[in-house]
C-alpha cells in the first residue's frame, strides 16, 4: 500500500470511528442504564485497528520497545503492517488474543514514595 493510499483510508477510518464514538457517545448519554453489548466487534474492526496504530504509532514513546521487544518502526519495517494487523484482526475475533503482561517499573517519588508505570507491548 501506497502512503498516499494508505492516508486516504486512515482518513476514512477516522471519520468512521469519530462517527461511531460520538453515536456511542449520544445513545448513552440519552440513557443512564443502556448496555452495550456488542463492543468486541468493534475492537476487531480493520478502520478501529487502525486508527489505534495511528495513535500508537504517533505516541511520542513510540520508539520504545514493548515487553515483547517489538517497536512500532520494526513492525512497519520488517513485520509488514497489514500483515501485522490482519493476523490481529483475526486473533480478535478468534478470542484468541491474550496480551502479554505490561513490564513494570517503579518511579521514585519525593519523600520516598514510588509510582508504578506499566510498559506494554505495541500491540496491547
Known sequence: MNTDEL?????????????????????????LHR????????????????????????????????????????????RGLEGFLAELREDLKARTFRPLPARRRTIPKAGGKVRYLGIATVTA
Request: negative net charge; without cysteine; aromatic residues 12%.
Open 35 to 78: 448496555r452495550f453489548d456488542d463492543l468486541y466487534n468493534l475492537a476487531a474492526d480493520p478502520g478501529f485497528l487502525l486508527v489505534a496504530w495511528d495513535r500508537v504509532r504517533n505516541n511520542k514513546n513510540a520508539r520504545t520497545a514493548g515487553v515483547d521487544g517489538e517497536t512500532a518502526y520494526y513492525i512497519e519495517s520488517v
Open 7 to 31: 492516508e486516504y483510508v486512515l482518513l476514512k477510518a477516522e471519520r468512521r470511528v469519530l462517527e461511531i464514538q460520538t453515536k456511542l457517545h449520544r445513545w448513552a448519554s440519552d440513557d
